[in-house]
Antibody, heavy 117, light 107 residues
Framework: EVQLQQSGPELRRPGSSVKLSCKAS????????MHWVKHRPEHGLEWIGW????????KYAQKFQSKATLTADTSSNTAYMQLSSLTSEDTATYFC??????????WGQGASVTVSS | DIQMTQSPASLSASLGETVTIECRAS??????LAWYQQKPGKSPQLLIY???SLHTGVPSRFSGSGSGTQYSLKINSLQSEDVASYFC?????????FGSGTKLEIK
């Protein structure tokens, strides 16, 4: 069974950074792109970007170009997203989702990030 | 960026009814469209991709149609387990963009 297990909730101060993880099981992460999506109830869903874990190639939405950094560790079958220079606008739930021949056919459970002083 | 306008924002229907949710893209997305279902507290689940292809394991009462800029999701014979939010996503061009969602309730 394909599963994406994300790391737990995070509380951070403004200006700090956070690194979220997304551990895949049931398949090899090198076989699919891993996408990341931001969800705020009042703003809906926003696509952040993807990483190809096989070669580390990345693609970002322009607005997240300097905010998010996507990486992957094939030895642990885990993808990561680091968010830097956090502000209240980064308070959200972040999802990882694999994308192959069909789009986003498996999602993580979401990771909550709260930015507050 | 391609804007996805989804309607209605909320929908209330009776068990057994047929409901339709629509998404309009700001430009032609050449069937690069997916529909997802999200139940409260859960992650989204893929229903339809390429505008009209049913994802594995999804009940056949769900169907997608459309082309160009206009797309729709139809749910036949509404079941209680269909209570959820539904949203569309275009993946034809970067950045991928989502509709604002439709909250479906049972009347």
């Amino acid at each position: 069974e394909v599963q994406l297990q994300q790391s737990g909730p995070e509380l951070r101060r403004p200006g700090s950074s956070v690194k979220l993880s997304c551990k895949a099981s049931g398949y090899s992460i090198t076989d699919y792109l891993m996408h990341w999506v931001k969800h705020r109830p009042e703003h809906g869903l926003e696509w952040i970007g993807w990483i190809d874990p096989e070669d580390g190639e990345t693609k970002y939405a322009q607005k997240f170009q300097s905010k998010a950094t996507l990486t992957a560790d094939t030895s642990s079958n885990t993808a990561y997203m680091q968010l830097s220079s956090l502000t209240s606008e980064d308070t959200a739930t972040y999802f990882c989702a694999r994308f192959g021949s069909s789009p986003m056919d498996a999602w993580g459970q979401g990771a909550s990030v709260t930015v507050s002083s | 960026d391609i804007q996805m306008t989804q309607s209605p924002a909320s929908l209330s229907a009776s068990l057994g009814e047929t409901v339709t949710i629509e998404c309009r893209a700001s430009e032609d997305i050449y069937n690069g469209l997916a529909w997802y279902q999200q139940k409260p507290g859960k992650s989204p689940q893929l229903l339809i991709y390429n505008a009209n292809s049913l994802h594995t394991g999804v009940p056949s009462r769900f169907s997608g149609s459309g082309s160009g800029t206009q797309y729709s999701l139809k749910i036949n014979s509404l079941q209680s387990e269909d209570v959820a939010s539904y949203f569309c996503q275009q993946y034809y061009d970067y950045p991928f963009t989502f509709g604002s969602g439709t909250k479906l309730e049972i009347k």
